[in-house]
């Protein structure tokens, strides 16, 4: 039997090179033909696209899936799924773990590949069999990474595991394109050695190697290979689809696609590439061999880039990608995947912009160390360890036994805001609160395609550079610049990161989103107290006071946007 084919264009693909801003209404015109391929799966669900429907296109991501479950008929519509943390960046409690599974079933998923950041089992086991008994096709997954403590052995017992408890396929999820075309070749022929299931391999061409580790994976037996269509491939995406059935026409390996019909459906997807063109960046465009060391995968890399530019710091990337493999060692040496590679990724910004390693922490990064995200891997560094949550020891069960039920209560909060209008509703409610809030009561907006905050051209980090913009007029694009306002900047350390401006006032060390105010006007505060936390880079980070004083005034309110460098509050 010849190779089978998972296209990801309509989910990884875009998310790894326009940061997931797809909109569903440039989605629904090719997905009939998309049907017609005779994919074994389209992966369409799942990962950052949730969160983003939500934060950034003003679109309800239960929506996209019925109505592209509507017009694919044949085809599997497959998500990904971040085990116990399912779409999200914690874990979630049993209940919503069940209850969110059982609503994607009912709304068209039919192939759940199911993964967890840390590669334990034990954050994969309730998914893989509520999945299961809803009838669903379930892919466990093996996050891959290189690192001194890695092996592929390690890995070929994983997928042993993930047969035993159930699942009808596993994966090998190379998120940052790292495998060797000889790595591919040995641990699939050892997998293959202890399982009974087909194997798939997902790989992305960060770093160059993917489409010859394709070819080596389907020499060693592998059955299923993941894909994009080329104007939504390379660079930190994955092997062009049209690329690889090509190749392997006429060989023992044939996928048995028709190279028209995909050659048709390929010219659609260069079109909409050039609608979205302003979002394509340079970073994450071309093949570059450092991934090898900071393994940042694909999708990550293309919101960073974003990100950075949001926070006017991007001219500090390549000092950033030096930070992350030196964080990822005291850590252990963890996968970069949703969300472990959120945390690293983060206090690698934190660590950049402040010019000192672990001088701010974020939450995420305390609960790692004390393993609420999972076991945690052997040869942490100690010291780090001990700065970050000191004598404080690490669970050593399930973390989400430690977790109470959330959906009751959520429910009677969600019916007291009035935003609750069906039950797929709750289920975003309980993922992403914030958000959820805002976009139920019909608040959000849609991002600006063309010159918005996420579009922005220009990598200053000067607040008086002018912003080259792209505009679309009636089809037209041109490039305009913008000088920005004469406003007056907080003081910096030099590194794009606002510090104490004025005697007493409290400011955001980043662009972000108010999540909690720990005080009210009036309160005594210490120095070192966390009186706000704002949401940054997908994480919580904790704004403390620079000194001991009363609250005299708060200027923001919880899920305010705000810029770095903004006052949230005067401490006398």
Same mark, same amino acid.
């Given at each position: 039997?010849?190779?089978?084919?998972?296209?990801?264009?309509?989910?990884?693909?875009?998310?790894?090179?326009?940061?997931?801003?797809?909109?569903?209404?440039?989605?629904?015109?090719?997905?009939?033909?998309?049907?017609?391929?005779?994919?074994?799966?389209?992966?369409?669900?799942?990962?950052?696209?949730?969160?983003?429907?939500?934060?950034?296109?003003?679109?309800?991501?239960?929506?996209?899936?019925?109505?592209?479950?509507?017009?694919?008929?044949?085809?599997?519509?497959?998500?990904?799924?971040?085990?116990?943390?399912?779409?999200?960046?914690?874990?979630?409690?049993?209940?919503?773990?069940?209850?969110?599974?059982?609503?994607?079933?009912?709304?068209?998923?039919?192939?759940?590949?199911?993964?967890?950041?840390?590669?334990?089992?034990?954050?994969?086991?309730?998914?893989?069999?509520?999945?299961?008994?809803?009838?669903?096709?379930?892919?466990?997954?093996?996050?891959?990474?290189?690192?001194?403590?890695?092996?592929?052995?390690?890995?070929?017992?994983?997928?042993?595991?993930?047969?035993?408890?159930?699942?009808?396929?596993?994966?090998?999820?190379?998120?940052?394109?790292?495998?060797?075309?000889?790595?591919?070749?040995?641990?699939?022929?050892?997998?293959?050695?202890?399982?009974?299931?087909?194997?798939?391999?997902?790989?992305?061409?960060?770093?160059?190697?993917?489409?010859?580790?394709?070819?080596?994976?389907?020499?060693?037996?592998?059955?299923?290979?993941?894909?994009?269509?080329?104007?939504?491939?390379?660079?930190?995406?994955?092997?062009?689809?049209?690329?690889?059935?090509?190749?392997?026409?006429?060989?023992?390996?044939?996928?048995?696609?028709?190279?028209?019909?995909?050659?048709?459906?390929?010219?659609?997807?260069?079109?909409?590439?050039?609608?979205?063109?302003?979002?394509?960046?340079?970073?994450?465009?071309?093949?570059?061999?450092?991934?090898?060391?900071?393994?940042?995968?694909?999708?990550?890399?293309?919101?960073?880039?974003?990100?950075?530019?949001?926070?006017?710091?991007?001219?500090?990337?390549?000092?950033?990608?030096?930070?992350?493999?030196?964080?990822?060692?005291?850590?252990?040496?963890?996968?970069?995947?949703?969300?472990?590679?959120?945390?690293?990724?983060?206090?690698?910004?934190?660590?950049?912009?402040?010019?000192?390693?672990?001088?701010?922490?974020?939450?995420?990064?305390?609960?790692?160390?004390?393993?609420?995200?999972?076991?945690?891997?052997?040869?942490?560094?100690?010291?780090?360890?001990?700065?970050?949550?000191?004598?404080?020891?690490?669970?050593?069960?399930?973390?989400?036994?430690?977790?109470?039920?959330?959906?009751?209560?959520?429910?009677?909060?969600?019916?007291?805001?009035?935003?609750?209008?069906?039950?797929?509703?709750?289920?975003?409610?309980?993922?992403?609160?914030?958000?959820?809030?805002?976009?139920?009561?019909?608040?959000?907006?849609?991002?600006?395609?063309?010159?918005?905050?996420?579009?922005?051209?220009?990598?200053?980090?000067?607040?008086?550079?002018?912003?080259?913009?792209?505009?679309?007029?009636?089809?037209?694009?041109?490039?305009?610049?913008?000088?920005?306002?004469?406003?007056?900047?907080?003081?910096?350390?030099?590194?794009?990161?606002?510090? =104490? !401006? %004025?005697? /007493? $006032?409290? #400011?955001?060390?980043?662009?972000? @989103?108010?999540?909690?105010?720990?005080?009210?006007? *009036? +309160?005594?505060?210490?120095?070192?107290?966390?009186?706000?936390?704002?949401?940054?880079?997908?994480?919580?980070?904790? =704004? !403390? %006071?620079? /000194? $001991?004083? #009363?609250?005299?005034?708060?200027? @923001?309110?919880?899920?305010?946007?705000?810029?770095? *460098? +903004?006052?949230?509050?005067?401490?006398?």
């Amino acid at each position: 039997m010849g190779i089978l084919i998972t296209d990801s264009t309509l989910l990884d693909a875009q998310q790894s090179l326009i940061a997931a801003r797809l909109r569903m209404r440039d989605m629904m015109p090719i997905a009939e033909m998309l049907d017609k391929v005779g994919f074994f799966s389209l992966e369409v669900w799942g990962g950052a696209t949730f969160d983003t429907c939500l934060r950034f296109l003003n679109e309800d991501p239960w929506e996209r899936l019925k109505e592209l479950k509507d017009k694919i008929k044949k085809t599997r519509l497959q998500m990904v799924l971040r085990g116990q943390s399912l779409v999200g960046y914690r874990h979630y409690p049993d209940d919503v773990v069940r209850e969110f599974i059982r609503l994607a079933v009912k709304n068209g998923v039919d192939v759940f590949r199911i993964s967890d950041a840390l590669n334990d089992v034990r954050n994969m086991k309730l998914a893989i069999k509520v999945a299961n008994q809803e009838g669903a096709h379930v892919q466990g997954t093996i996050c891959y990474t290189v690192s001194p403590v890695n092996t592929i052995e390690e890995f070929a017992e994983m997928a042993g595991s993930l047969e035993r408890l159930g699942c009808d396929s596993v994966c090998i999820n190379d998120m940052a394109g790292l495998i060797s075309p000889w790595a591919a070749s040995e641990l699939v022929k050892s997998i293959n050695q202890k399982v009974s299931i087909p194997v798939a391999l997902h790989s992305h061409c960060s770093s160059g190697m993917a489409p010859m580790s394709y070819y080596a994976a389907a020499q060693a037996g592998v059955d299923i290979l993941d894909t994009a269509f080329s104007a939504f491939a390379w660079g930190t995406s994955l092997p062009p689809t049209e690329s690889v059935v090509a190749a392997f026409e006429d060989t023992p390996y044939d996928t048995d696609l028709d190279l028209s019909l995909l050659y048709e459906i390929g010219e659609f997807f260069t079109s909409l590439s050039e609608k979205y063109g302003s979002l394509f960046t340079p970073e994450v465009a071309y093949p570059r061999a450092n991934v090898l060391s900071h393994q940042i995968p694909g999708g990550m890399l293309s919101n960073l880039v974003h990100q950075l530019r949001s926070q006017n710091a991007l001219d500090k990337f390549d000092e950033l990608l030096e930070e992350v493999p030196k964080i990822r060692a005291d850590l252990g040496y963890p996968p970069m995947v949703a969300p472990i590679s959120q945390v690293v990724v983060t206090q690698a910004v934190l660590n950049v912009l402040y010019g000192k390693r672990y001088k701010r922490v974020t939450e995420e990064l305390k609960n790692y160390f004390l393993g609420h995200y999972g076991r945690i891997p052997s040869g942490i560094n100690e010291d780090v360890r001990k700065l970050v949550v000191g004598s404080e020891k690490p669970i050593d069960v399930r973390p989400a036994e430690l977790l109470e039920p959330e959906l009751e209560k959520l429910h009677y909060a969600g019916d007291k805001l009035g935003i609750l209008r069906g039950e797929e509703d709750l289920l975003t409610y309980a993922l992403f609160p914030q958000l959820a809030v805002k976009f139920l009561r019909g608040e959000a907006e849609e991002e600006a395609l063309f010159g918005g905050s996420e579009a922005i051209s220009s990598s200053s980090s000067s607040a008086e550079s002018p912003i080259e913009l792209s505009v679309d007029v009636d089809g037209e694009v041109f490039n305009v610049k913008v000088s920005p306002p004469s406003v007056k900047v907080p003081e910096t350390m030099g590194l794009g990161v606002p510090v =104490v !401006s %004025s005697k /007493g $006032a409290i #400011v955001s060390p980043l662009r972000g @989103v108010v999540l909690r105010l720990n005080v009210k006007v *009036g +309160d005594k505060v210490k120095k070192g107290a966390v009186v706000a936390v704002i949401e940054a880079l997908k994480m919580e980070i904790n =704004v !403390s %006071s620079s /000194g $001991a004083g #009363v609250v005299r005034e708060i200027l @923001v309110h919880e899920g305010e946007k705000l810029g770095a *460098g +903004d006052v949230l509050m005067w401490v006398d």
